[in-house]
């Protein structure tokens, strides 16, 4: 620690967790210089260890690979005075999230650098406030979709010099080849570059790894753009007929409240429709899809990756049986197989207190389990109905869908 600790510093806090720039320790402040100086040993990627080198008097020690977020290497080291070194701002997509996981808010200080997104948005005069920022970092290029919207700014971190290539390729895939991007590489460092090409046109080579690339969404008449309501089309959606359809979707969705970093079981969840319009609620959120047919599985998780949720899990199996040691759930859906034996006990045992239930029922089967349950436990019945219109001959009138019950519960107790 420096000899002078600032105010928010304490006797407790061993780890030091230091932002470092493609600058340099030229672009260190006096208190993160003196705690890598004062460490007996100093983690980061060897990049990190190289640019901090002349200020690092105790060991080096390089990440191992492949990464390990247990951090063990630097939990040994608890209560001595340790050090890692990490780009721009650690808790920004960084390793300092995965830092606090295995430690106390006292026992770290942190000295945050500019995060590449804070000088991709100073170099384009971009207001980050305004804007929607990504990491794309070892994870699934996918994950953008939900952000291509017409007119809209966006600034994504990539995993290596091949990802803004890849990022032209999935935005012409999605009817956004004519949208701009910007790739600014080595911010704040003398490498620095800034390139601009449409997606359609892109054929930059020798991109460096550390890299953040800007796009200015522009979106042809087929592009893929994903409503933030809820019931998004069901033509979007890659099925066989066993989805639930897009009006009772969203009245589903919205009896479902989502919440910020809920968790949703999707038992029979057929093409995933439900799952994935929860998750694309928020980014916190989570679903488990239960599914028992396999191709359905299958083709869910494909919807999943098209709607830019890729980590919708997919439970291939039968409830109630499927759903044995399946993290507690915030909210249940079933959709299919829900009068079977014994599915709608698991699902009720499964919700945490305080834990939504819907049920739908298009079977008379199925809407007598509703009307029992309903009958012993209370909470709400509707009966949806949905007319579309439809060519009658030469003329046209309204045809019937098949109608909806639909049981809205919530679990007030731990033995409801």
Known sequence: MPPESPD????????????IGEDGIAGLGENARAAIGAATVVFGGRRHLELASPLIRGQARPWPTPFDPSMRDVLEFRGAPACVIASGDPFFFGVGATLARHLQAGEFISFPAPSSFSLAASRLGWPLQDIETISLHGR??????????????????????RGPAALARLLCETGFAGSKMTVLEALGGPAERIRSSDAEGFSFSGVSDLNVVAIEVAASRSARIL???AGLDDDLFEHDGQITKREIRAITLSALAPRPGELLWDIGAGSGSIGIEWMLAHPSMRAIAIEADPTRAERAGRNAHAFGVPGLRIVQGKAPEALAGLEAADAVFIGGGGSDPGVLDAALSGLKPGGRLVANAVTTEMEAVLLAAQARLGGNLLRLQVNRLAEVGSMHGWRAAMPVTQWTWIKHGERQ
């Not at 510093?9 to 932002?19: F, P, T």
């Not at 953008?144 to 010099?161: E, K, M, N, V, W």
């Open 227 to 229: 409503s933030l309501a």
């Open 140 to 161: 699934p290029l996918d994950l953008i979709r939900p952000f291509l919207h017409p007119g809209r700014r966006l600034l994504a971190l990539t995993s290596d010099g």
């Open 8 to 19: 928010h510093a304490s006797e407790n806090r061993w780890l030091s967790i230091v932002g």
